[in-house]
C-alpha cells in the first residue's frame, strides 16, 4: 500500500525552513528518502531502519518514528538547489520492495 | 562509477507496436529494478533481479511485459501490443544488494515512452 505525503506542495523563500510527512497504514521496516528534479532520475537522499532513528544530511534530516508509521524529512535554510519532488518510500519487511508515496513538490525562490 | 544507464532516452511508438527498453547497471551491482512512473506520481514497482533470476514481478505487470536480465548484467524490458495506458517514465534502478529494507537505489535517467 502506498504510503501518504503531506504537504503534497510547498513554496518556500530561500532560508526558510520546511517539514515533509511521510505515513503508512502497515507496520514498518525501513523508510527512504528521495528528490527529483525535474526531468531527472530519482536521487537517494536518507534510509531510517526501524527503532526511531534520526539522521542528517548537511541541513536536511530526518525522523522515523516506528510506532506511528511515520517519518519526517526536515529541510533547514532551504536553498535554491533543494526545489524538486521527494519521496518517500517504505519498506514493510526484510523481504518487501520499496513502495514510493506520491511525492511531495518543493520550490524554493529568492 | 558510470551510473546507470538507460536507452532509449524516449520513445514514440504507435498502438499495437512492440517495444524494448535496455538498462545497464552499475558494474558490481547484482540487484536490477524496474519502476514506472506517471506525471505526478511516485514511481511503481514494476518488477526485480537478483543477478539473472527474476524474483518478483508486480501485479501491475501484464502478461504483455517481460524483462530479461542475461548473465545477470544488462536488463532488458519489452512491452508487447502497447496500450495508450502504457505511456510514462520507465525507470531503472540497481543496487548492491544488500538486505531488502536498506539498500540504497540508484535510479538511471528513464526512458520516456509515448503511445500514440
Same mark, same amino acid.
Given at each position: ?110 | ?53 527474476? +524474483?518478483?514481478? /508486480?501485479? *501491475? ?10 548473465? $545477470? =548484467?544488462?536488463?532488458? @524490458? ?12 520507465? +525507470?531503472?534502478? /540497481?543496487? *548492491? ?10 535510479? $538511471? =535517467?528513464?526512458?520516456? @515512452?509515448?503511445?500514440?
Amino acid at each position: 500500500q502506498q504510503p501518504v505525503q503531506s504537504p503534497q506542495a510547498v513554496i518556500l523563500r530561500e532560508g526558510e525552513d520546511a517539514v515533509i510527512n511521510c505515513s503508512s497504514s502497515k507496520a514498518l521496516y525501513s523508510v527512504h528518502w528521495y528528490r527529483q528534479k525535474h526531468g531527472e532520475a530519482p536521487v537517494f537522499l536518507m534510509i531510517l531502519l526501524k527503532g526511531g532513528e534520526q539522521k542528517g544530511h548537511e541541513k536536511i534530516s530526518a525522523s522515523f518514528n516506528e510506532k506511528k508509521q511515520q517519518s519526517s524529512l526536515y529541510l533547514t535554510a532551504s536553498q535554491l538547489s533543494y526545489s524538486g519532488t521527494y519521496f518517500c518510500g517504505t519498506v514493510t519487511g526484510t523481504a518487501s520492495k520499496l513502495t514510493f508515496g506520491t511525492g511531495t513538490r518543493l520550490q524554493v525562490t529568492l | 562509477d558510470t551510473g546507470v544507464s538507460q536507452d532509449p532516452r524516449h520513445k514514440i511508438t504507435k498502438r499495437g507496436q512492440n517495444v524494448t527498453f535496455r538498462c545497464d547497471p552499475i558494474s558490481e551491482h547484482n540487484r536490477l529494478y524496474w519502476y514506472r512512473q506517471t506525471l505526478g506520481q511516485g514511481p511503481e514497482f514494476l518488477t526485480y533481479f537478483q543477478n539473472e533470476a527474476q +524474483l518478483e514481478k /508486480s501485479r *501491475l505487470l501484464s502478461d504483455r511485459f517481460s524483462a530479461e536480465r542475461p548473465k $545477470g =548484467s544488462f536488463s532488458t @524490458l519489452e512491452i508487447q501490443r502497447t496500450e495508450q495506458g502504457d505511456s510514462a517514465m520507465y +525507470l531503472c534502478a /540497481s543496487s *548492491l544488494g544488500q538486505e531488502l529494507g536498506n539498500e540504497k537505489l540508484f535510479f $538511471g =535517467s528513464g526512458t520516456q @515512452l509515448s503511445v500514440l
